[in-house]
């Protein structure tokens, strides 16, 4: 159950391309859901983080993909930031 939620976070792929080997991606994503509701991760993290603070790590950009119909956006597209600059 684990490695099939851990895989599609992963990988960014849709529940339902998840292998067969991990079970039905309906099943999966339920139990994923359910334990996002619970506060379930939040508490797995917070418990992680405590454990062992000094090896928490930044994530950089660089290993985020896009995903597959990511490539089908209009061209030239008005792109708006998200996050508003603040100056300190």
Same mark, same amino acid.
């Given at each position: 159950?684990?490695?099939?939620? *851990?895989?599609?976070?992963? @990988?960014?792929?849709?529940?339902?391309?998840?292998?067969?080997?991990?079970?039905?991606? @309906? @099943?999966?994503?339920?139990? *994923?859901?359910?334990?996002?509701?619970?506060?379930?991760?939040?508490?797995?993290?917070?418990?992680?983080?405590?454990?062992?603070?000094?090896?928490?790590? *930044?994530?950089?950009?660089?290993?985020?993909?896009?995903?597959?119909?990511?490539?089908?956006?209009?061209?030239?597209?008005?792109? @708006?930031?998200?996050?508003?600059?603040?100056?300190?």
């Amino acid at each position: 159950m684990l490695n099939g939620i *851990f895989w599609v976070l992963r @990988t960014g792929s849709p529940w339902r391309d998840l292998p067969e080997r991990y079970g039905p991606h @309906t @099943t999966v994503y339920n139990r *994923f859901n359910r334990w996002a509701k619970a506060g379930v991760w939040v508490r797995v993290f917070k418990e992680l983080a405590e454990k062992s603070p000094d090896s928490m790590q *930044f994530i950089d950009s660089s290993i985020i993909r896009a995903h597959r119909h990511a490539a089908s956006g209009k061209k030239g597209a008005k792109i @708006t930031p998200s996050v508003a600059l603040v100056e300190d």
